[in-house]
């Protein structure tokens, strides 16, 4: 389990390297940029639930385990959408702003939800509903990210040419949705004891 400094290291990490993907004004950079970013963070996730698993962890564990690797893919994807169309990519798109509203909401919620799995579990307790409550918003959140993923294809939005105002929040979109979708499966497939 990462440290708090690990997690900010990683989210510095992670933003600095899609935004200087994303200023080399090459989408398919910053495309791959995107990719790794989220695979990596997938993977990382996957494998924590692995060994919480392996150890027999509470449900409450894998739960919040989930909640902080999402927080931490939608802090990301807030973030650099807020940093690339403020100071990077001189293209105006009007509705970036709406979408990092909309993504750090979903990170402050995650994280919320993680501490307060983290802070019944370290007072002896186990929230039942709230691990299931967590399970059905997982469930919802898949059926989105698989809505989303759709739409980008159905609108042509991905890949998206540099022509387009929005390119680089397509890429964060697409493999966003990807990361968080892997992730919530992963979790709801989980053995994890409740």
């Not at 440290?3 to 200087?20: N, Q």
């Not at 494998?47 to 939608?74: C, F, K, M």
């Not at 898949?142 to 809505?147: D, F, R, S, T």
Request: a positive charge; hydrophobic letters at 60%; proline letters at 2%.
């Amino acid at each position: 389990m990462l440290s708090w400094t690990g997690w900010l290291f990683a989210l510095a990490a992670a933003i600095f390297a899609t935004i200087l993907a994303a200023a080399a004004n090459q989408p398919m950079l910053q495309m791959a940029a995107v990719a790794a970013v989220s695979i990596a963070i997938a993977l990382i996730a996957i494998r924590e639930h692995r060994q919480l698993n392996d150890v027999g962890a509470p449900a409450s564990a894998v739960a919040s385990s989930t909640a902080r690797y999402l927080a931490l893919i939608w802090a990301w994807g807030g973030l650099t959408l807020l940093v690339t169309y403020l100071f990077i990519i001189e293209a105006r798109w009007a509705e970036w702003w709406q979408f990092f509203l909309g993504f750090a909401f979903a990170a402050l919620a995650s994280i919320g939800f993680s501490f307060l799995l983290d802070r019944d579990r370290a007072a002896g307790r186990t929230d039942a509903t709230l691990v299931k409550f967590g399970r059905i918003l997982l469930k919802a959140q898949v059926v989105g990210m698989v809505a989303g993923i759709i739409s980008l294809f159905v609108d042509e939005k991905f890949p998206r040419a540099e022509t387009h105002a929005d390119w680089a929040g397509c890429n964060i979109f697409f493999f966003g949705a990807l990361a968080i979708a892997a992730i919530s499966l992963n979790a709801i497939r989980s053995p994890a004891n409740a």
